[in-house]
Every structure is written in structure tokens, then in C-alpha cells.
């Protein structure tokens, strides 16, 4: 190729090398010039000559031809280089042809390569996707697990929980029928809870709780499942008993290990537990019965003094009927204007003046007569009705304070008690000042009553709701005072008015030195923090004595007037307190 390209330089266009079409058109120009000079010179002589000039005019047909000779040279030069730039692209052509083949010939190695280094590629990828895939087996596995832990286990104290008692129950059952066996069932309830709960708060409950859980399980047999069926409910399977008394037996331990104080997170926990038992057949021969009549035997074991066992009685499901109907007929007590307030006086102990008054609901049922609140607001509280009845007790209260007012009675302070989901509502306080606004009462004539446990809970809440309501100029106690886990730094802080010694102590301060000194302690307390001091359940003269030798500022109780109805109280108040009462 190399030796085709020098030949045929000025063809394929070489601008550097002179090519045979060039040289020639050179020599014709150089001849034709060359002849030129000759004509010219020949001219000089023609003038001379006509012969030289008939010469000369031949010369010049001779040009003329050479000229057209040259002309086709370069026609045939300009077809030969043509032909040569032809060639080249044909020669070109064949290259690129023998390339390609070339490069065909050698793509199946190239090929075969590639796929070696994809096939390994793929290999690699492979294996780690096992990897993976075997990882993730291993996470749904110990998920799968976990999830299976969470359905069956109680996550705060890992004890089974309500689902797995009763499968174990279920086939507990199926065994002692097929084995012709008893088997027990003990639902157990923690004793004031709820108390410990809303006063030390949650985490403090939830230790407890699990400290709990763990006495329980120290004393049951392996083959027992001792199950939380949420908040303070524990239930006790006992798969395999020969008599009744072993469950009795079994509820003793229980309450025993339960018995010795919980230390948890600095406080020290005393903890009571009220326990109901039911026995299969006896008592029911499906699950749902079982642990329906262990509830039923618990809610007896509790109104009977708590820390006890009770096995279930037949009689015993006519009361939890009864709960049901007082349930629904509490629904529609409030429409059918079924509650009353009754009043009872608040004595100064030093004057004998009747210097306020509490309000107690009544429930004046149709059917059942006068119900008592113990009896119906626990009820109400479990069923979210604390809030519409509060709302009723305090614009009565207040109405009648202001009627008392308006009819030229003494001027005197009239108390409410709140409970626990009343006062935390969020527009508690909105709703006092509201009232005392429409019934145009001024509140220093308005008290409100709130437990310790009222009070402890959610303690930064309650503390700005206090002082709300004492700045607004209502009177705050702190009633049951002694029963609570008040803490005394709170009761500094809080704007409280009074602190009202819970009637437990006053009932046995005469002749129990252990309450004399508590409830002297609580008045000397209450003096040096500035607090009025009254104590309720005042029923004796020596009761009344003992409180005024210790200056308690006021008395409350069935010696000096029970609680009565408004009519009663405002002839009470019109004529104040006879003598007897005041010694
Ligand atoms: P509390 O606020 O401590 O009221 C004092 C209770 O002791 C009243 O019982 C009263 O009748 C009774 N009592 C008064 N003096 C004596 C006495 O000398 N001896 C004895 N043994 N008892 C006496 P009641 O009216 O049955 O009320 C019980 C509890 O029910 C009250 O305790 C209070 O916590 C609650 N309660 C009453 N009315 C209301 C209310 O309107 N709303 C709310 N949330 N709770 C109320
Ligand atoms: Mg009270
Ligand atoms: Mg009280």
C-alpha cells in the first residue's frame, strides 16, 4: 500500500510532492513558452519576411495542437488518478471486510471470557444473597419467636398473660375431666393499688407490679401458672388439687410472701392482696365460668376486709347481677334527677359555731331506696361517669350555698369532694369558676375535699390547678389525711387551707395510743405549717374533748350532726348547735 501511495502522490492529493500530471502540464508550459521566444524572435523577422509569417501562422497551429494534445493528457491523467482513488477505496473496503472478519474470528474467545468473569460475578452475588437470605431467616425466626412471646407473656413482668391462662386452662380442664379430678382457679387483686399508683406515680406501680410477679412465682409449684391479666390482676391456675383446701392452702402462701414490705425505687411498699377462688366442677365446668366465679369470690374477698381469700358462693353471683343493674341504672339517674345532697355540719371546736358544711351525694334509687357513695362511686368511676355526676354535686352545692346566703343563714363554707378522674379532667377548674359565676357565688364559700391520692397524682398538673383555684379564692382540704402517701414537701408547696384527719384514727385515738399519737402529731403539724387541722368521724363527747385539749381547730362527725338533708341542715344552722353537743 505504502509503494501504490509514493507513486501516486498528486492523485490522492500528496500536496507536498509534485505527481506526473503536474510535471507534464510543466514541460507543455515550458515548451509552449519556450516556443513563444522563438515566435518572438521569428516575429522580428517576419515583419521582415511573409514567408517567416506564414511559418509563424503554421507554429501557432501547432501550438494549438499541442495544446489540445496537453488538454487530453490531463483528461486521461485525471481518469487515471480516478482509477487509482478507485482502487484505494476498493482496497480500503477489503481491509475494513478482512477486519471485521478478523475481529469476528476473534470474538468468541472475547466472548467466552466475558461470560467467565459474569458467570463469577453472578457466583459472588449469590453467595452473599444466601448470606442474607440465611440472616434474615435467622431475624423472622427470632422475630417469629419474640412476636410468639409477646402473644403469650405479659411484657412488664413476664409472667403468662391472659391468652396463655387460658389455653393452659382449657386443657387443664380437658384433663381433669378425662382424669375425673378438681382443679382451682384463684383470681387475685391488689389491695389499694390504685392508691399506690395515682400517688407515688406509674414507674413506682410498674416496680411494684414486677416485685409482685416475682413473690408469686417463688411460691407456686412448676406445674402452676401463675398468669397477669392486666393492672393489678393476677389469676393462679392450679391444675392439679385433691381437695379444696389445698387451694386454700396455696392462697395463704400467696398472700404470706406478698406480706413483707416491697423496697422499690427508695420507697417502702406494704401491699395487701384480696383473693377469690372457684373449683372445677364445682363451681363451673367451662373456663369463662371458672374465672367469672374466682372474680365474683375476689370482689367479696375485698369488701370483706382485704388481705383474705374467699372461695365462691352461689350467693355470690346474685351480687355481681346487682352491679350490673346499679351500672345501668347509674346511666340514668343523673335525667331522672335520682341524687340528693345531704349536709353534714363542721363544728369549731373552740366556739361550737358551725363554721361549714360538707355536701355528700345520695342515690335516691326507686327501687333499692337511699344508696350510700360508697356504693355507687367507685361504680361510677370505673364507667367514665364521674365527670357529668362532679358537675351536678358542685352546681347543687353551690346553689344551695347561695340560697342558704340569700335566706340570711350564718355565712359559711361549703365543702365538695372531688375524685380522681373529676379533678383531672382538663377543664376542672374552667367549670368551677363558670359555676360560681352563674349561681353568683363568691368562692372563699366554696371548699373542695381532695384525697392524698387526688392530690398525687400527676403531682405538676394537680399543682397548677390548685393554685388556679386558690387564687381564684377557693378553700382547699386534704381530706382522709393520714391514709395517703402524701409527700409532706408537696404539702408545703401546694396551696393548701386545712388537712382533715381521716376517721380511722379519731375512732380509735381513745384507748389506742399509737392513733392518739398520730392524730397529735397531724395537729401539731398542721400548726407549724399554718394549715387548719379538723378531724372527721367525731362520735363521742371524750372524742370531742380529747381534740379541743389539743386544740384541733374543727370537729365533723355523728356527734355533732350526720349528714341531712338541706331543709334540716339550714334549721340547724338557723339555730345553731344545742349544748350537749358542744362539751
Ligand atoms: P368523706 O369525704 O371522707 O366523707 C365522710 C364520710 O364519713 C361520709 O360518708 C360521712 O357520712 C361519714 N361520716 C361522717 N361522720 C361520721 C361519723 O361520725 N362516723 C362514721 N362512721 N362515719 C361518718 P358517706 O357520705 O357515705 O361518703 C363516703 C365517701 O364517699 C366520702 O368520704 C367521699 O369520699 C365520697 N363522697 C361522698 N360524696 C361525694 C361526692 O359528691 N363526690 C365524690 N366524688 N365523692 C363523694
Ligand atoms: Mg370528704
Ligand atoms: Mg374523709
Known sequence: MGSKDSNNASATG???????????????????????????VDDETAILSR????????????????????????????EGAAQVREGEAQEREVAATSREQEIRAAEPQAISDEHVVKLQQANAHLVIASIEAHILTEQVQTAKDNLEHLVHYDTLTDLPNRTLLQDRLGQAIELAHRQGRQLAVMFMDLDRFKHINDS????????????????????????????????????????????????????????????????????TIYIGASIGISIYPDDGQDLETLLKCADS??????????????????????????????????????ERQEFVLHYQPKINLQSGAIVGVE????????????????????????????????????REACKQAQAWLQAGLPPIVVAINASAPEFHTKDYFK????????????????????????????????????????????????????????SLSYLKKFPINTLKIDQSFVNQMIGNTDDAAIVSA?????????????????????????????????????????????????????SGLSSTHLQ
Open 14 to 40: 500528496d500536496p507536498g510532492q509534485p505527481g506526473p500530471l503536474e510535471n507534464t502540464l510543466k514541460e507543455a508550459l515550458e515548451k509552449v513558452i519556450k516556443r513563444r521566444e522563438s515566435t518572438v
Open 51 to 78: 514567408e517567416k509569417s506564414a511559418a509563424a501562422r503554421e507554429d501557432a497551429a501547432d501550438m494549438r495542437e499541442d495544446a489540445a494534445d496537453l488538454r487530453e493528457d490531463a483528461v486521461h491523467l485525471r
Open 200 to 267: 407515688l406515680g406509674h414507674a413506682v406501680g410498674d416496680l411494684l407490679l414486677q416485685s409482685v410477679a416475682q413473690r408469686l412465682v417463688g411460691c407456686v409449684r412448676h406445674s402452676d401458672t401463675i398468669s397477669r391479666q392486666g393492672g393489678d390482676e393476677f389469676v393462679v391456675l392450679l391444675p392439679y388439687i385433691e381437695h379444696a383446701e389445698d387451694a386454700a392452702l396455696s392462697a395463704q402462701k400467696l398472700l404470706a410472701a406478698l406480706e413483707l414490705p416491697h423496697c422499690v425505687d427508695e420507697h
Open 297 to 334: 369470690a375476689m370482689y367479696h374477698s375485698k369488701a370483706n376486709g382485704r388481705n383474705n381469700y374467699k372461695f365462691f358462693e352461689q350467693s355470690m353471683n346474685v351480687r355481681a347481677i346487682e352491679r350490673q343493674s346499679i351500672e345501668g341504672g347509674l346511666r340514668r339517674a343523673l
Open 359 to 394: 355536701a355528700l351525694i345520695r342515690w335516691q334509687h326507686p327501687q333499692r331506696g337511699l344508696i350510700l357513695p360508697e356504693q355507687f362511686v367507685p361504680i361510677a368511676e370505673d364507667c367514665g361517669l364521674t365527670q357529668p355526676i362532679g358537675r351536678w354535686v358542685l
Open 431 to 486: 367549670n368551677i369558676r363558670a359555676t360560681l359565676e352563674e349561681v353568683h357565688l363568691e368562692p372563699r364559700y366554696l371548699e373542695i375535699e381532695l384525697t392524698e391520692s387526688v392530690l398525687m397524682r400527676d403531682a405538676a398538673a394537680t399543682d397548677a390547678v390548685l393554685h388556679a383555684l386558690a387564687d381564684l379564692g377557693v378553700k382547699l382540704t386534704v381530706d382522709d389525711f393520714g391514709t395517703g402517701y402524701s
Open 522 to 574: 397531724v395537729i401539731s403539724m398542721a400548726k407549724s405549717l399554718r394549715l387548719r387541722v379538723i378531724a372527721e368521724g367525731v362520735e363521742t363527747p371524750e372524742q370531742a374533748a380529747f381534740l379541743r385539749d389539743r386544740q384541733c381547730d374543727e370537729g365533723q362527725g355523728f356527734h355533732f350532726g350526720r349528714p341531712m338533708a338541706a331543709e334540716a341542715f339550714a334549721a340547724l344552722l338557723q
